[in-house]
């Protein structure tokens, strides 16, 4: 065992600290990760606050870990020494159901083990990237291309797969019109991956304040979501709604801007329960669906198509003494567009 600094909300809704805790020891299948930058997603802070149920403390947040490998246990075969690589959300799944078999890890039949929040399969809980260093079996690390920068990689860990699961499953492409809602951390990923896959992208964000940063990222059209125009003049217009608010709000008017057998995707996910009146869909054979970030070939895929097309997210590089005020200005969607932790500073 090796302890290693990290930074911990001791119980529900307490500021996070400066701690240490325990990673197990290199295994024979282990890589041992010296994190360099870890991203904060608003995931991590519905967690700390037991926002989506009962959760384990002390709690090591932070599942968008990039880093260096500086160990590898002796039956390690995808990795060497100095080689970077990413962790996201998963560390480890039952690798025998239908799902893990085809590489969808994430919908797992017997649930993956998170990256913190969770036991492991040694009955010790998981502790993720807000930390030094930690030790996941090779099969659950991908490798980050030379081309990517480890601060702008770290997010893609969850916001670029997030988005880029969604894109692919359904189609996005040349001739397609995709609408992202919400441009923050998810959302401004998505404008970016949507464009970079040849699609026409519109952004419909509550104002038009990010407006010149969402056209510079790849964003074809910028509508402000107040302006009850918008709703009016984009009527039937998507193939895609990409919904990456987390905040419940009314679907209604959103579905009414999918053409006709459309799909609006959520990947954000609210504290609450929706409503959803299914007249909204009936008379246009339209769904409402969702997706959880990706498995693990697909996650090392968005990373190749990142690096292949210079991906990176927008980033504050923020010290690890600054990861709670860094939450207080997430909830206030106040960040361009995605928190990472220098993790030196840890
Ligand atoms: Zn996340
Ligand atoms: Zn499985």
Redesign the pocket.
């Known amino acids: 065992m090796t302890t290693v600094a990290a930074y911990a909300a001791p119980a529900a809704k307490a500021p996070l600290e400066r701690t240490t805790i325990e990673r197990r020891a290199v295994g024979e299948f282990d890589v041992l990760i010296d994190v360099k930058f870890a991203g904060i997603c608003h995931s991590d802070i519905h967690q700390a606050r037991e926002g989506w149920g009962t959760a384990i403390f002390p709690m090591v947040p932070g599942h968008e870990i990039a880093g260096v490998v500086s160990e590898v246990g002796p039956g390690v075969t995808k990795y060497a020494v100095g080689d970077r690589v990413g962790v996201g959300c998963m560390v480890d799944?039952?690798?025998?159901?239908d799902?893990?078999r085809a590489g969808l890890?994430q919908y797992?039949?017997?649930r993956p083990t998170w990256t913190y929040n969770d036991v492991d399969k040694d009955g010790e809980p998981t502790y993720g990237g807000y930390s030094e260093k930690i030790v996941v079996d090779e099969n659950y690390v991908v490798r980050i291309p030379d081309g990517l920068s480890l601060d702008v990689a770290a997010p893609l860990l969850c916001a670029g797969i997030t988005t880029y699961s969604p894109l692919r499953h359904w189609n996005v492409g040349p001739g397609k019109k995709v609408a992202v809602v919400g441009f923050g951390g998810l959302g401004h990923m998505g404008v970016k991956i949507a464009h970079a896959l040849g699609a026409e992208v519109t952004v419909l964000s509550q104002s038009l304040r990010k407006q010149d940063d969402g056209r510079r990222l790849g964003a074809d059209h910028y509508h402000a979501t107040s302006d009850p125009e918008t709703f009016e003049k984009l009527k039937g217009t998507f193939d895609v709604i990409l919904n990456t608010v987390s905040a419940p709000f009314d679907f209604a008017p959103f579905l009414a801007l999918l053409r006709t057998g459309g799909a609006m995707v959520n990947v954000g996910l609210p504290e609450e329960p929706v409503e959803i009146t299914l007249s909204s869909l009936f008379g246009n054979r339209r769904s409402v669906t969702s997706s959880n970030i990706g498995g693990i070939p697909e996650t090392q895929e968005m990373l190749d198509f990142c690096a292949e097309h210079g991906l990176g997210a927008e980033i504050e590089l923020i010290r690890a003494d600054e990861i709670n005020e860094a939450y207080e200005r997430v909830l206030v969607s106040d960040v361009r567009y995605r928190f990472v932790i220098d993790a030196t500073t840890i």
Do not use: I
């Open positions: 799944s039952c690798r025998a159901c799902n893990c890890q797992c039949v017997k």
